[in-house]
């Protein structure tokens, strides 16, 4: 017999995001389900979500407190920030990014709390997919080249070139370091923008199949420190979309690189939030997205999906609510103990850190899931 549960979705009161964790269809689909949605007051608006479009999906809108404190289930984007830390608690299931692997203090704030933590970057497939966070990275990838023409105007302290090129001039040259989701998306903006394009990737299955899905419209090369030199030379707008899972960025870009390339040519690094994949490059923000190196022109926005949170937001929805759904028909631990991709996103559970890697990064106890599942800690 499925159970009703109540799910708060809170507002993000982080610097500069706009994004929620649940859009007014997904409160219908839940309220439909039977479930009872709890909404902060004023949480959709930064994504143009009115609270009268979630009362009319079924939810409540509530304050602040009363979603923290009633919710058995609590919706967010990001991870708490230190002045949420006292709302944490026992009995309580948080569905969020979180990232603190690099992030302590949040770390010991949950395990103490006694709440059970479920982060969307850490649900991970069979086949070693992260579904939560492939939709950030389309979105990513798809801004780099808007991002990158933009800086090229001259009038931004660009060179001065115009992407599409017109009839009688050649179009610009993007290069694309890494063909993954960012880079494969970044791929498809920059050929749409009218833009020649070279994807360097190191995976020649991963060749393979954009080959076969760019129908041969773009040039694929083998990366190497050697090639990445070369294309750089002659590139106007240069996307870093490499990723080494549970690594950093490899620097491929060197400094003595960018004396090789154009004046005013511009260099998006999408992989700036695993450090970045040039030595050149540091996190930057959307007030303030570029500096300039070497004559070159680097844009580092870290949350780059953060500028369209309309876009975000349902893209962010659309893959979260399965999960959400299930978590809330079964409850939290069922939930886990049947979809072991979920599994894989249960970084604390009833308050022990069960996630290796986090364990391990702040020397804190590390209980492997199914010893937590089993304590009947929850
Ligand atoms: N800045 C942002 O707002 C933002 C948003 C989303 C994702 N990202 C970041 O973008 C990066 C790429 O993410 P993704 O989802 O595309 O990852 P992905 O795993 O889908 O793709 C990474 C690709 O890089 C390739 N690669 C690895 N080493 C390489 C090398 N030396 N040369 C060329 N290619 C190499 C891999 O073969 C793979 O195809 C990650 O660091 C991710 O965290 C940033």
Known sequence: MPRAMRIGVAREIKSQEYRVALTPAGARE????????????????????????YERAGASIVPVDDV????????????????????????????????????????????????????YE?????????????????????????????????PKGGRGTLLGGVAGVAPGRVVVIGGGIVGYNAAVIALGLGAQVTILERSVDRMRHLEEVLSGRVSLLMSSSLQVEESLTDADLVIGAVLIPGALAPKLVTRDMLHEMKEGSVFVDVAID???????????????????????????????PGAVPITSTRALTNVTLPYVE??????????????????QGVNVLAGRVTYEAVAEAHGLDYTPLEDALAAGVA
């Open 30 to 53: 839940l309220t439909q389900r039977g479930h009872e949605v709890l909404v902060e007051t004023d949480a959709g608006l930064g994504s143009a979500f009115a609270d009268d479009a």
């Open 326 to 343: 299930a978590i809330a028909e079964d409850g939290a631990i069922q939930a886990v103990q049947r979809d072991p991709a979920l599994a």
């Open 68 to 119: 923290w404190t009633r919710a058995e289930l609590l919706l967010k984007v990001k991870e708490p920030i230190a002045s949420e830390y006292k709302r944490l608690r026992e009995g309580l299931t948080l569905f969020t990014y979180l990232h603190i692997a690099a992030d302590e203090p949040l770390t010991r704030a949950l395990a103490d709390s006694g709440i059970t933590a479920i982060a």
């Open 274 to 304: 695993q450090g970045g994949c040039a030595e050149t490059s540091h996190p930057t923000t959307h007030d303030e997205p570029v500096y300039t190196v070497e004559g070159v022109i680097h844009y580092c926005v870290a949350n780059m």
């Open 122 to 154: 850490t649900v991970e497939t069979d086949r070693g997919a992260l579904p939560l966070l492939a939709p950030m990275s389309e979105i990513a990838g798809r801004l780099a080249p808007q991002a990158g023409a933009h800086h090229l105007e001259k």
